[in-house]
């Protein structure tokens, strides 16, 4: 059993996730990291190794998958806790994205399976650890999920739903600490898809969302709901 604090982080292998587990690494925490693509998982996890991490398990997978959730939790049981539980990973949909109208049901469904029930899934099995540890958990979501953005209905009504199921959970497990935040736009691949063959580099990196996932990781904020730009490290 580790001494260090433990960190679960979905969607690693790039954007939010990687820079968010570099900063974790940089402070001794062990990592379980998640991503679909393996080189770019390991491509990310070998970087971290090299800055001197103190740990770092890398699986990838899909966290509609539950034989994966299940591996991804089993790595964190073996360190014998569990400090804070991260749901980045997410998927658009279409790109370009369609109206609702014309949005097709199945892959809507496929929306809702990595953007909403997984990171449920994920949590569930997950809780005991959590509890054990007095952990966090931390599911990051959008404005989308709160504006109505012209074709953004699919990505965004999955993080609306991922919203609700979080305020739920905080009520419902008032010794936890459960967060939903708003990273704000950055400087992604999925933003990159949300808007084909335009420039987005006006979009500030990753990086700058990572010192308010900090706060919301070590400080000592109410559960709720917060804008990670917003907010300052701990």
Known sequence: MTSR??????????GLGRALARSLAADGWHLVLDA???????????ELRAAGAAGVEALAGDVADADHRRRLVAAAERLGRLDALVNNASV????????????????????YEVN?????????????????SGGR???VTSDAAVEGYEGWGGYGSSKAALEQLNN??????PALRVYRVDPGDLRTQL????????????????DVAV????????????????RAQELEAA
């Open 36 to 46: 679909r693509g393996a080189d770019a998982l390991e491509e990310a996890a070998a």
């Open 168 to 173: 739920v959970l905080a009520a419902e497990h």
């Open 211 to 226: 010192p308010g996932l900090r706060r919301l990781l070590q400080g000592d904020l109410p559960s709720g709901r917060y």
């Open 116 to 132: 909403t029930v997984a990171p449920l899934a994920l949590t569930q099995a997950a809780l005991p650890l959590l509890e054990r």
């Open 191 to 206: 933003h990159a898809e949300a808007f084909p063959g335009e420039d987005i580099s006006d979009r500030p990196e990753p």
């Open 137 to 139: 958990i931390v599911d």
């Open 5 to 14: 604090p433990v960190a679960l982080i979905t969607g690693a292998s790039r």
């Open 92 to 111: 658009l949909g279409p790109s370009p994205q369609p109206a609702l109208a014309d949005y097709p049901l199945d892959v809507l469904r496929s929306v």
